[in-house]
């Protein structure tokens, strides 16, 4: 293979290799709009409103969140 082409490959690999950083990062959870309050936020649409008090998610940090 040509140098070129060769480093066109190591280019694409490493963008292809940091979409898919990128892409994991984030919290998983329902999307919220921004206005939407705190304690609404992430809460399903179904089954009762005791059902989903009593199951308060836990908060785990990510080492990205201060970035954010």
């Known amino acids: 293979m040509s140098k070129s082409l060769m480093n066109i490959a190591r280019i694409t690999f490493a963008l292809s290799l940091a979409g898919i950083v990128v892409v994991g990062c984030g919290r998983k959870g329902d999307l919220d709009r921004p206005s ?5 936020q992430n809460i399903r649409k179904s089954g009762s409103a005791a059902e989903r008090a009593k199951e308060p998610v836990p908060d785990k940090p990510f080492v990205l969140d201060p970035l954010l």
Do not use: A, D, F
Request: hydrophobic fraction near 20%; charge should be negative; proline fraction near 20%.
């Open 36 to 40: 939407t309050p705190v304690e609404q």
